[in-house]
């Protein structure tokens, strides 16, 4: 636990704490300003937080750079630290006589902490597992609809992680989690692959498609193997077969030439007969209607000239587009009539045994190989939605129990400081965000002391090591409330620290209770540090 801190700059050079409540008493009138929740942000500070510097730059703009000794007391055995806000990111261990030794580094400085205060089972840093149960005015996290908000930017699933590990449930998460990323990497190489084109894409249909051709090489190959000593006599069967394969395709870019050949044959035929009127055919039309209007023949006459001209252009685009296209099939043509050339020319060849096989092994290789990833793909997207199917049924599953165990310990905390009538406030967990409602209450109190019993739920039902309140989250609480939720921080063994102000309107009890664990008390007229800089 924190046993003590020391700065020249505090009035009271050493301020010591003790086991369970620890009280910074403001005075009672509520001064502002006197450092009340300055020491909560130094308390911070010797826990690895840098809200210090960050919150209360005034601190070192007024006083200049400084340093903070800690030390703390586990089972008799102390350690002493140094840390400096010239260089706040390293921590000095001091020796028995409080010197300066070895510097760490502040993740190493925190590491140990860590290990000090036993949390080595928790899968968090130190500060990820007590900065959000610092709650200090000026830091991030006061927002009591987001009370598992370290900050205001922090997404929510990673708030619902974070307090998952602080109840160490989340080894069985994570496997899933790691799983679930596995995969979703690999399904996103697969389709880098696709798009890159190192691996063939097919859909459903080529799939089919491939088991059936795939099927029908291996029937093939194996006629041949069973029927070797009869090819090798002849091997017209083969050479027919090719032939007939070329000539179905063959067949088919005749009649597809057929077609293009006759839209070819159309379109230049109306590019030859693709002629408009001319104005002197409409002069002979006045000797018998001298009424004629030629100025509206000609209107038309050079309407019909814009549309063959549109026309024309467009079937010259055709023309061109069509002798384009039976160019490519006339090549296809050529190319086939010479494989069946070759294939002619090679009957009485034995090697056409071993190109026929040859052939159909190439064939059956590429329809192989897009099968396997096809199917690989479907393995890993079947795959990757069972998984996160099962990570969200075990997420919610350990978010309920937590809520539950949050919910109950709220529950009796709400009998205790109001009473069982009362509403108690709910944490609710999703899959990927929550919600809290705060109880029934009035103005601002109802929202904060919500925020108190939460924490000490937790601060109950984990290993978090302590707590630290600062004074605005007991302003607008009913007195009576605030009572009671001293009588809770003062019951339990762990270390909580708060500043509180105007103790005397929570009734003699409580009162003497803040007193007699005070640590330090802070007036208008007795400041935190040796410098008053208000005015």
């Known amino acids: 636990m924190l046993s003590e801190i020391r700065c020249d700059k505090f009035k009271e050079k050493s301020i010591e704490f003790h086991r369970g409540l620890n009280v910074i008493l403001g005075d009672e009138v509520a001064s502002n300003s006197i450092g009340k929740s300055s020491l909560l942000m130094v308390l ?10 960050e919150h209360n730059s005034d601190i070192v703009k007024e006083l200049g750079d400084h340093e903070y000794l800690f030390v703390f007391d586990f089972g008799g055995e102390h350690h002493a630290f140094k840390r400096s806000t010239t260089t706040p990111d390293l921590v000095y261990v001091c020796d028995q006589d409080l010197n300066e030794a070895d510097p760490l580094a502040i993740n190493e400085y925190t590491a140990f902490l860590k290990s000090l205060y036993k949390l080595d089972g928790i899968d968090l840093t130190f500060r990820s ?3 959000l149960f610092s709650r200090v005015w000026g830091k991030d996290n006061l927002d009591v609809k987001q009370p598992l908000h370290s900050h205001k930017k922090q997404r929510s699933v990673d708030s619902i992680d974070n307090l998952i590990r602080l109840y160490e449930r989340y080894e069985s998460i994570e496997t899933l989690s790691l799983r679930v990323k596995s995969l979703e990497i690999e399904k996103k190489s697969i389709s880098s692959a696709y798009k890159q084109k190192l691996i063939p894409k097919i859909n459903k249909t080529n799939y089919t498609s491939n088991l059936k051709k795939v099927t029908g090489i291996d029937k093939e190959i194996s006629e041949i193997k069973e029927n070797l000593a009869r090819f090798a006599v002849s091997i017209r069967e083969i050479v027919d077969r090719e032939i007939s394969e ?13 077609k293009v050949s006759s839209r070819l044959q159309r379109v230049r035929n ?8 001319k104005s002197k055919a409409f002069q002979s039309l006045t000797t018998f209607f001298p009424e004629a209007n030629v100025e509206k023949f000609a209107e038309v006459e050079e309407f019909h000239s814009r549309i063959t001209q549109i026309l024309k252009v467009e079937l010259k685009e055709s023309e061109k587009h069509l002798s384009s296209q039976l160019d490519e099939i006339n090549t296809s043509l050529v190319s ?14 034995p090697s056409e045994i071993i190109d026929r096989v040859h052939s159909l092994a190439k064939k059956h290789n590429v329809a192989t190989r897009e099968i396997e990833y096809f199917e690989h793909e479907v393995e890993v997207s079947r795959d990757l939605k069972a998984e996160k199917t099962a990570l969200k049924v075990r997420r919610e599953k350990v978010s309920n129990l937590i809520s539950d165990i949050i919910n109950n310990k709220i529950r009796k905390f709400v009998n205790t400081v109001y009473d069982e009538h009362r509403q108690s406030p709910q944490l609710t967990i999703l899959n990927s965000s929550y919600s809290f409602s705060a109880i029934e209450d009035t103005g601002t109190g109802k ?6 019993l939460l924490d000490l739920a937790v601060l109950d039902t984990t290993n978090l090591p302590f707590l630290i309140h600062d004074s605005v989250l007991f302003k607008n609480i009913e007195n009576g409330a605030v009572a009671n939720l001293v009588k809770l921080y003062d019951s339990r063994e762990k270390q909580t620290f708060i500043a509180i102000d105007e103790i005397q309107k929570y009734g003699g009890i409580a009162e003497a209770t803040l007193v007699q664990n005070k640590v330090i008390q802070l007036t208008n007229d007795s400041q935190l540090y040796v410098k008053d800089w208000r005015k």
């Open 44 to 53: 911070d500070f010797a826990f690895g937080g840098k809200s210090l510097l």
């Open 129 to 131: 597992i007590v900065s």
């Open 246 to 258: 070329l000539k179905l395709v063959k067949d088919t870019l005749l009649q597809e030439k057929s």
């Open 270 to 277: 109306d590019l030859s007969k693709n002629k408009y009127v």
């Open 336 to 349: 086939i009539d010479d494989r069946m050339r070759e294939a002619f020319s090679n009957i009485n060849n």
């Open 447 to 452: 929202a904060y002391s919500s925020l108190i």
